[in-house]
Antibody
């Protein structure tokens, strides 16, 4: 069974940092491109970042470029999102998701909440 | 990048059919067959319902179908059931640094 389990969210002050993790199991993690998608409270889904299967290529939404870093450890079957210079508008539930056919997300984690507030 | 445009809400009675539209541009929906649809119940993670415009993942009911015409994609749910009540989001690949753009979401109410 495919499972994606996020962790690392929490309350952080504006300007602070946080590192999210996503532990994958039930599939060959190293064969798949992975994404982070976020959802602000009561709002819609927003794409954040993508990393290719071996970690050599990344993409970022303009709103997080230069502040967030996506990475992965295929030996540990884990995806990461390093977030710096956090802003109130980064407050959201952060999901990791596996990229499947046609840029679709066939599997999602349950999300980890990030709250940026003083 | 602006989100794809979806109606904020739609409703239907059990057994009826409804259609949710998703309007983009020639840079996303209009130029690629990489449109997906997701169902999200409150407090839950999204679930993939349609990929590549009209394909259903294994396990998804054939009451769900997708199509595309020009810059607008559509999700049709036939034979509405109470369990279909949820938020629905479309997404598309986009030829820019943004990579994937989502619609604002549509709340489906089953009357």
């Amino acid at each position: 069974e495919v499972q994606l389990v996020e962790s690392g969210g929490g309350l952080v002050q504006p300007g602070g940092s946080l590192r999210l993790s996503c532990a994958a199991s039930g599939f060959t993690f190293s064969s798949y491109w992975m994404h982070w998608v976020r959802q602000a409270p009561g709002k819609g889904l927003v794409w954040v970042s993508r990393i290719n299967s071996d970690g050599s290529f990344t993409n970022y939404a303009d709103s997080v470029k230069g502040r967030f870093t996506i990475s992965r450890d295929n030996a540990k079957n884990t995806l990461y999102l390093e977030m710096k210079s956090l802003r109130a508008e980064d407050t959201a539930l952060y999901f990791c998701a596996r990229e499947d056919l046609g840029y679709s997300y066939g599997f999602w984690g349950q999300g980890t909440p990030v709250t940026v507030s003083s | 990048q602006s989100a794809l445009t979806q109606p904020a809400s739609v409703s239907g009675s059990p057994g009826q059919s409804i259609t949710i539209s998703c309007t983009g541009t020639s840079s996303d929906v209009g130029d690629y067959y990489y449109v997906s649809w997701y169902q999200q119940h409150p407090g839950k993670a999204p679930k993939l319902m349609i990929y590549e415009v009209s394909n259903r993942p294994s396990g998804v009911s054939n009451r769900f179908s997708g199509s595309k015409s020009g810059n607008t994609a559509s999700l049709t749910i036939s034979g509405l059931q109470a369990e279909d009540e949820a938020d629905y989001y479309c997404s598309s690949y986009i030829s820019s640094s943004t990579l994937v753009v989502f619609g604002g979401g549509t709340k489906l109410t089953v009357l």
